[in-house]
Each structure stands twice: as structure tokens, then as C-alpha cells.
């Protein structure tokens, strides 16, 4: 695909947006009372596939015939990766109430930007020039390198919070601790597959462009079969979790009308980051799926990071802080790279 530069540079200023939201969302996860964990995620997950289904349908009014049309191939393969991605995102909520937001967020990121990059390269038909293959390369070691920093902050940030009597440090939050980092990593190839599923679903969205809908159109409809997969095995898990810890009157409890809407207007941030992202690969052209993955979880995580020093989750850690500047610093080196990777 040949774009011009004015498409690029439109591209990567909606990938900048996509970033923002991205990097945001998950301050919706840090506070969900009255609800029980199981309550807050079954009616979040509700409002995941609601809204996104409210949107292709506006963008899209009889997209129901493309999936029709489609092989079975481009529409099983997105929605299992959604699936995937469904049971991951139970991780991720889970680890921000542990290890906190940049923590998570670097870890869960920082791998999905690998994974969810790579293979959409591999199976691209139009395989890019070699010096781009290279700029690319050395992007991604500058981004696993940026990641490592961040990482390592956290560590140094969780000891020295409990030096300084920020943490407890007894076993059980420990043992949180290290179950927290093994979700956010998991979570991390999850949402991986995320990208995986989108780029799967690509010859439906170049239909629905072929008809005149644009590269909205085709975001909505491709990321639709993705968030089918993933909500319904999110509220199935939380439905099993509802009965058995019998918590159903989490609906009930006063406060519980605020948080829902604090919850939808936290899902609208989140489909707005990936619709975005949807839309900015098809402004990028062939490489879209694989540099705008990597950009979006490395902006993402810049953002993530910045709030997670607003809500003084780095107080009382110093060197932790100083790391997790660096890490940044590297993150944002590793976009030069990239970028230029895409142009060449």
C-alpha cells in the first residue's frame, strides 16, 4: 500500500491519541467499591462489548453481510485471539490492585508490544525493505531494553517502600506481589494476541473500505470480532464467580449506580484507544499492524507511568522514580527508530 505523507502524519497523531487513551483506562480499575472484584468486572465486560458493538453498528449499519461473506478463517482466528485476550485481562485487573498501575502496566505492555508485532510481520504478504526490517529491529531491542528499566524500577520501588514503611512486608503482600507480576506478564501475551486477532481480520476491513465506509468503518468491524471473543469469556468467569461467592447484591449496595457510570465512561476510553489504533494502522499503510503496535503500547505505557507518579504510587522511592525516568527516556528513543522504520 502506498500512502502519502500527509496519511502518515495523520497516522501517527491519531496513534498519539490512541496512546493517550490507552495509557489512561486503567485508573478506572484502581478504585471499584461497592462492587466485589467479580461484580466490577462482569458489568465492565458488559459495557466492553456493548459499546463497540453500538459503534460498528453506527459506522457500518449492515456489516452483518461482510462477516457472512468472509472466509471462516478471518473470523474464528480474531475472536479466539479475543478469547485469549479475555481471560489475560482478568490478570491485568487483578495485578493493578496489587502491584499498582506502572508496574503493570510496563511488564503487560512491554511484552505485547513484542508479541503482538511479530507475527502480524511474519505473515504480512508485502514484506518490508531490509533497512526497515533492521530500524525495526533495533527499535524493538531499545523498547525490551526500556522495558527492563521500568521493570527493575518496580522492584527497587516495591523494596524501598518497604524500607521506608510504604508497604508491608509481610509474606502475604509478597506473595501478592509476586502473583501480581506473573498476571501482568501473562496479560501481556493476551493482549498480544489482541493485535494478532485485528490483523487477522483485515480482509473483511478492506471490504467494508472497498464499499466507502473508510478506515473507521473497517476499525469498528475488525476490532468487533476481537472484544466478542474476549467479553463473553470475561463475564462467563465473573457470572461462575457471582453464584459461587454469592455477591449478585454487589448491584444493590449504595454507590453502585456511580460506579457504573464511572465504569462506562471507562470502557468509552478504552474502545476509544483501540479504535484509534485500528484506525491509525490503516493510515500507516502495510506496517501499521506491527510499528503502530509497538508505538502504542510504548506511548501507552509513558502515559501509564506519568499517572502512576501523580497517584503517588513512587512515594517513598526515590531511586525507584529515577529507573523508571530512564526507562522512559529509552521508550522514547526507541520511537525514533520506529518511526522511521514506517517511513523508509
Known amino acids: 500500500m502506498s500512502l502519502g505523507s500527509n496519511s502518515i502524519v495523520v497516522g501517527f497523531a491519531v496513534l498519539l491519541f490512541a496512546g493517550l487513551c490507552q495509557g489512561s483506562f486503567g485508573l478506572g480499575y484502581k478504585d471499584y467499591k461497592p462492587y466485589t472484584w467479580e461484580a466490577f468486572w462482569g458489568i465492565y465486560s458488559l459495557f466492553c462489548i456493548l459499546v463497540p458493538l453500538g459503534w460498528a453498528v453506527y459506522q457500518v449499519p449492515g456489516f452483518l453481510q461482510y462477516i457472512g461473506n468472509a472466509e471462516t478463517k478471518h473470523?474464528?482466528?480474531?475472536?479466539?485471539?479475543?478469547?485469549?485476550?479475555?481471560i489475560s485481562a482478568i490478570g491485568f485487573s487483578k495485578a493493578v490492585t496489587y502491584i499498582g498501575i506502572s508496574l503493570v502496566y510496563g511488564l503487560s505492555m512491554g511484552i505485547s508490544a513484542v508479541v503482538g508485532s511479530i507475527v502480524p510481520l511474519i505473515t504480512m504478504k508485502n514484506k518490508p525493505e531490509m533497512m526497515s526490517l533492521v530500524l525495526l529491529g533495533i527499535g524493538m531491542v531499545v523498547t525490551l531494553g526500556g522495558i527492563a528499566l521500568i521493570t527493575k524500577a518496580g522492584i527497587v520501588k516495591t523494596k524501598e517502600q518497604q524500607e521506608n514503611g510504604k508497604m508491608d512486608g509481610d509474606n502475604t503482600q509478597k506473595g501478592k506481589a509476586k502473583i501480581g507480576l506473573i498476571l501482568a506478564m501473562l496479560s501481556g501475551l493476551g493482549s498480544g494476541a489482541m493485535n494478532i486477532g485485528f490483523d487477522f481480520a483485515s480482509p473483511i476491513g478492506d471490504a467494508i473500505m472497498k464499499d466507502g465506509f473508510g478506515e473507521i468503518g473497517a476499525s469498528a468491524i475488525q476490532w468487533l470480532f476481537v472484544l466478542c471473543g474476549g467479553a463473553i469469556a470475561s463475564m462467563l468467569y465473573c457470572c461462575i464467580e457471582?453464584?459461587?461467592?454469592?455477591?449478585?447484591?454487589?448491584?444493590?449496595?449504595?454507590?453502585?449506580?456511580k460506579r457504573v457510570i464511572v465504569l462506562f465512561i471507562t470502557s468509552i476510553v478504552w474502545f476509544a484507544a483501540l479504535a484509534s489504533y485500528g484506525i491509525s494502522t490503516l493510515l500507516l499503510g502495510d506496517m501499521g499492524s506491527v510499528t503502530g503496535w509497538i508505538l502504542f503500547n510504548a506511548l501507552a505505557l509513558l502515559i501509564s507511568n506519568l499517572w502512576g507518579i501523580r497517584c503517588q504510587e513512587w512515594k517513598g522511592a526515590n531511586k525507584g522514580k529515577a529507573i523508571l525516568l530512564r526507562g522512559n527516556l529509552v521508550l522514547l528513543l526507541s520511537w525514533v527508530f520506529i518511526g522511521i522504520s514506517n517511513a523508509v
Do not use: D, F, M, R
Open 75 to 86: 473470523v474464528w482466528i480474531p475472536v479466539l485471539c479475543g478469547t485469549l485476550w479475555g
Open 242 to 257: 457471582l453464584t459461587k461467592k454469592k455477591t449478585w447484591n454487589s448491584y444493590t449496595k449504595q454507590g453502585s449506580g
